[in-house]
Structures are given as C-alpha cells and as structure tokens.
Antibody
C-alpha cells in the first residue's frame, strides 16, 4: 500500500532554510486524483496546513507562510519537497506530509512526521 | 473561515457516548473531515464528506451536520478511542485548508 515518509534535518538555525522531503512508496505520485501536502504541528498545539502541490507542479500555499515557502515535486523520484526560508523559533514543529484527495478535499494518508527544531 | 471545536477537553467513561462539536465561523458550502490523533502518532482520517467513514473506521463513529454546526459522535467508547480529534474544512477561493484546534477525549 502507499506510504509516505518524511526526511530532512532535525535542527535548523534561525534565519536559515528548512528543507524536508517526502518520499511516496507503493504507488506513483502521478497516478490517481491526489494532491500532495505539507502540514505542521507545534508541540502541544493543533494542525496547520502549509501548502500543496499537484504532480504537475501546480502549488497553493497558506497565506500565513506564502512569502517564505516553496513546494516542489520530483516525479522521477516519487518525492515532493518543502522549503521554508527565514525560519524562526515559531517554525519549530512536527512536519507531516500527507496525501490529499481531489474532490473530497481531505487527507487520507499521512507520513509519521519529522520533528524540526529551530535553534542556534 | 475559523473552525472552533468544543469542548477543548471531554471526559467520558468507557462504554458511553462522546459527542464532539465543530463550529464554522460562516456557513460552509463544502463538507468537513475529522481526524483522530493518538499520542506520538500522526493524525488518522476518520470521516470525510461530513458523514462518510474512512476505510476501516467502525460504525460507532458517526458524523453529521451542515452549515456552521458539525458533530462527531462516538458510541460505546473503547480505550483506543481516547485521543485528540480535529475537524477540517476546505475553502474554495482561494484554496485553503483549516483545522479546528482539537478536542481531547479523555477517560473519566
């Protein structure tokens, strides 16, 4: 079955760029009516949707981070990636990648999450 | 659109029914989804289209509502049901997804 797995550094310095990759296994990122998302959760807090990409590369972002975020897709590697620039302590969180379903607009599969701490 | 969940914490005895509420700041033209998050785990899809259970979710989970008021009811609570529950909605213009702040369901 399809699985998602986040990878990337667990520690990022303030003002630098947070970079994470989500690898999709068990199915092609280009198949089916899906879009691919990043969602984060600060410790003890709720969920915040960061943005999404389609396999075509078309993206949409949360206005709260839009000026600092890019999401790209690499169909040859079955991966999509998150870059968040100029990070601060407020960006410390568990970052999840998740599969979204077109039309139903929900997230049916999630990665296990990657904890990222912003600290010098 | 802001999604407000209540109560923040709900204490219920095993075997009883829990009723969780999610209120939208304006009437929704779309359906909502519900997720369950156990400690140390990623969220798991429970319900979509407001009232359709996700694959493998037992029938004791019931979703309902429309407009601004939505409810997740869990009958015959079992130990594995004690977790945090989030509602989620989707805006169409511009595309945006928002979650409620969560309801923690704890054992009474």
């Amino acid at each position: 079955q399809v699985q998602l797995q986040e990878s990337g550094p667990g520690l990022v310095k303030p003002s630098q760029t947070l970079s994470l990759t989500c690898t999709v296994s068990g199915g092609s990122i280009t198949r089916g009516n899906y879009f691919w998302n990043w969602i984060r959760q600060p410790d003890g807090k709720g969920l915040e949707w960061i943005g999404r990409t389609y396999s075509s590369g078309s993206t949409t972002f949360n206005p709260s981070v839009k000026s600092r975020v890019t999401i790209s897709v690499d169909t040859s590697r079955n991966q999509f990636s998150l870059n968040l620039t100029s990070v601060t302590a407020a960006d410390t969180a568990v970052y999840y990648c998740a599969r979204g379903v077109r039309g139903l607009m929900m997230f049916d599969l999630w990665g296990r999450g990657s904890r990222v701490t912003v600290s010098s | 659109i802001v999604m407000t969940q209540s109560p923040a914490t709900l204490s219920v005895s095993p075997g009883e029914t829990a009723t969780l509420s999610c209120r939208a700041s304006q009437s929704l033209a779309t359906n909502i989804a519900w997720y369950q998050q156990r400690p140390g785990q990623a969220p798991r899809l429970l319900m979509y289209g407001t009232s359709t259970r996700a694959t493998g979710i037992p029938a004791r989970f019931r979703g309902s509502g429309s407009g601004t008021e939505f409810t997740l009811a869990i009958d015959s609570l079992q130990s594995e049901d004690f977790a945090i529950y989030y509602c989620q909605q989707h805006d169409t213009g511009p595309p945006m997804f928002t979650f409620g702040q969560g309801t923690k369901l704890e054992i009474k």
